[in-house]
């Protein structure tokens, strides 16, 4: 099958060193040559909830758009998203597909400034060969060399 390149937004703002962790490791599982940002603390946009921690993710993957899209929804859930949850403004993990087969996807989040930094550093030719999946302990950030 034809791989496709992908962008995936990650974001958290419950247990988020937590989420992040494990939201890679299984996110690592499904995208091949997987790359993460490093990980950014943003205000929440648009509800009244805690800070998010963010990063983004590329790589391939031979997946439709549904598979990818439902297999994302999937790690969404065993984070710990629920529709209870994020009434109260908690979101164990948000996952956006920002890029799939060269098509952008929530055209307003790539107005986003940290959107536009970590996509810059996720282009950057000198770190582009430097991140990679490392899933460290704390979780505290999405890249490591």
């Given amino acids: 099958m034809n791989e496709k390149t992908i962008l995936i937004a990650i974001g958290t703002n419950a247990h988020r060193s937590k989420n992040m962790k ?3 490791m299984l996110l690592d599982g ?4 997987i790359r993460f940002t490093k990980s950014m603390n943003t205000e929440a946009i648009g509800i009244h909830a805690k800070d998010f921690l963010n990063c983004l993710a590329s790589g391939t993957t031979t997946d439709s758009f549904e598979e990818v899209n439902d297999w994302l929804k999937d790690i969404e859930r065993q984070c710990g998203n629920t529709a ?3 009434q109260e403004g908690l ?3 948000d996952l956006d597909i920002l890029e799939y087969a060269g098509d952008r996807y929530h055209e307003k989040d790539w107005q986003r400034e940290y959107i536009v930094k970590l996509y810059k550093e996720l282009n950057n030719e000198e770190n582009s060969i430097a991140h990679r999946s490392i899933h460290a302990d704390d979780g505290s950030e999405c890249s490591a060399i």
């Fill in 84 to 86: 209870e949850k994020r």
């Fill in 91 to 93: 979101i164990e993990m």
């Fill in 22 to 24: 494990k939201a890679r």
């Fill in 30 to 33: 499904h995208i091949k040559d």
